[in-house]
């Protein structure tokens, strides 16, 4: 359960610095929350890989989901487009980090099962 929140939080450090990145062009005074996020989603997503992660399920998942939520906060807080393409887009990304977890689930099961029957 750690391991989540630990992505949980690498994920919204990511999607702030990234937004605060964008909100700095008008008021510099957001480039300290770049200088904080940024630095605190690698921490982060280091835990989540000493936690025991696979680095593509954990990359895969934190850049699918930074990439969704930035683009939708965005649209939010700046009025950024968000059209059906870019929606379709954004699914596509998500479906494939899916896959990328789902293969990873069922590779680590593949070598519990290979473990429990050496000798």
């Not at 989540?4 to 605060?20: D, K």
């Amino acid at each position: 359960m750690t391991k989540w929140l630990f992505l949980a939080a690498a994920i919204l450090a990511e999607v702030t610095a990234t937004l605060s990145l964008r909100a700095a062009l008008d008021h510099p005074a957001w480039y300290a929350a770049v200088a904080i996020g940024y630095p605190a989603a690698f921490v982060a997503l280091a835990f989540v890989l000493r936690s025991g992660v696979a680095l593509g399920a954990a990359y895969g998942i934190w850049g699918a989901s930074g990439v969704a939520l930035t683009a939708v906060f965005a649209t939010v807080f700046f009025g950024d487009p968000l059209t059906a393409t870019m929606g379709l887009g954004i699914a596509l990304v998500i479906g494939g980090v899916l896959c990328v977890e789902l293969g990873s689930q069922a590779a680590h099961a593949g070598q519990r099962d290979n473990e429990e029957v050496a000798p």
